[in-house]
């Protein structure tokens, strides 16, 4: 029997970019083929995701998109893999009968056992294989990368304990559960050994790392192992929960060489009343305090955050309170979502839910603020030599083609680019650059001449 093929539609956040590249990495190993063009593959697969209403929607566009193929090829199956599978895997079942089979957070290991069992078996429901997700957080080697070879995701666990009456992800992504120190230290290795220089760390709460194995919190001694490694030279921290960052986790980002003075730390509101329905352990003194320690203690400190609008019961006095902060905090970074119902947290609940029109008002006043702080920190940049790490390549407007890469204050996909000229660097290079001008929310620079 020849290779099976498979074309794979990879949608969400970094975390579940890592789950695609697991499973593809085994399946590959197992004999199977990756393609990019669906109409060669044997399996449309879409792993999917299920954050908040839009990732939903998305989610399942691009089902019924590869259920399109399918209807010109019956032939082909149709899989759907993810956070949405996970959640909703009788409503898929049910409402697409077209899909083949359902599989979910935990069945990844059993990938190419259940797609080779879709062309043996003549039954026309639907294979579901979702349970609950309580795996182990392993190490997750061998993967099939999607990121360019210079930059990776370094997962260092899965699942979250956090109480945010918002929040679905614990329901469907699990427990709190870390990897070892020596599974992500030997997952690091085989990154840098395939070509990466950045690492990136994700998980849905980075400040909890090894509180499982027995009540410490170890992402510092983490950092300090990860630091140590030949051929590193960034080491980024995403999605970092402000109650738990400690002073000793500020003094390794501030201390540790290749830990670059990057902090996304998500706090999603400011004033007291609307954390508090939200579950949030930590108010606004505690917040305006933590800023002030880190920045103090990490020169050149960039910070990442997000904020939730709209959220059930927010008054326009909170609204404004919100405004305010992004004005006087000056987060670099900050990106912001409305609130949307999430089926079976306890947010939905709540009385005081804000009208749709009104809670897209607050995040383009909001986003307009952050605008104002964003492009004056851009504009003080100008002038400034910065280390510049070689994405690729592009057009500008009149297809002049230009490199674009990213200091340390630019983490891959979600923050703005640097441009410069073509030709003077590859990518996966680094060089030294002098910021020439601010092009709103990027900027332009020229290569330093070596002295």
Request: glycine share 8%; proline share 6%; net charge negative.
């Amino acid at each position: 029997m020849r290779p099976l093929t498979v074309h794979l539609v990879s949608l969400g956040c970094p975390k579940n970019l890592v789950d695609s590249e697991v499973f593809l990495g085994d399946i590959l190993a197992k004999g199977f083929r990756i393609t990019p063009t669906p109409e060669l593959a044997d399996v449309l697969m879409v792993n999917t995701c299920a954050f908040i209403d839009s990732a939903k929607a998305e989610s399942i566009d691009t089902i019924l998109e590869l259920c399109a193929v399918k209807a010109e090829h019956p032939e082909k199956k149709v899989v759907v893999a993810g956070c949405l599978a996970q959640r909703y895997s009788a409503q898929i079942a049910a409402e697409i009968p077209e899909v083949d089979a359902i599989i979910g957070l935990s069945e990844y290991g059993r990938m190419a056992e259940i797609l080779r069992s879709l062309f043996r078996s003549r039954s026309e429901l639907p294979h579901v294989a979702v349970n609950p997700p309580v795996h182990p957080a392993y190490s997750e080697g061998s993967r099939l990368r999607l990121t360019p070879p210079h930059s990776a995701y370094l997962r260092i666990s899965e699942g979250c304990d956090n109480p945010c009456t918002f929040c679905a992800i614990p329901s469907f992504r699990g427990r709190f559960r870390s990897k070892t120190i020596e599974a992500v230290v030997a997952e690091a290795e085989e990154l840098v050994s395939s070509g990466a220089t950045e690492l990136n760390l994700i998980s849905q709460d980075l400040t909890s790392y090894g509180f499982d194995f027995g009540g410490a919190y170890l992402l510092a001694a983490l950092l300090e192992r990860l630091n140590a490694l030949s051929g590193v030279r960034w080491i980024r921290l995403l999605y970092t929960y402000p109650y738990k960052f400690s002073d000793e986790m500020i003094g390794a980002v501030a201390d540790l060489d290749r830990v670059v003075k990057y902090i996304d730390m998500p706090i999603q509101h400011i004033h007291d009343r609307v954390l508090r329905r939200m579950g949030r352990r930590m108010g606004e003194a505690g917040t305006r305090a933590l800023f002030e320690r880190m920045r103090a203690r990490i020169p050149g400190l960039v910070l990442r955050t997000t904020f939730i609008v709209g959220f059930p019961g927010e008054t326009e006095e909170e609204f404004q309170a919100l405004v305010d902060f992004v004005g006087e905090a000056r987060i670099e970074r900050a990106g912001v979502f409305t609130y949307s119902d999430e089926d079976g947290t306890p947010a939905v609940k709540l009385d005081g839910k804000i009208p749709g029109k009104i809670a897209e008002e607050r995040r383009e006043r909001i986003m307009l603020a952050q605008q104002e702080v964003a492009f004056r920190w851009n504009a003080e940049r100008v002038g400034s030599e910065v280390d510049v790490l070689v994405d690729g390549a592009d057009a500008d407007q009149s297809g002049r083609r230009r490199l674009y890469g990213r200091s340390y204050a630019e983490a891959p996909e979600i923050d703005s680019r640097i441009y410069l000229p073509d030709a003077c660097a590859p990518p996966g290079a680094y060089l030294r650059a002098r910021v020439t001008a601010a092009a709103g929310y990027d900027l332009v620079a020229e290569p330093t001449p070596l002295s």
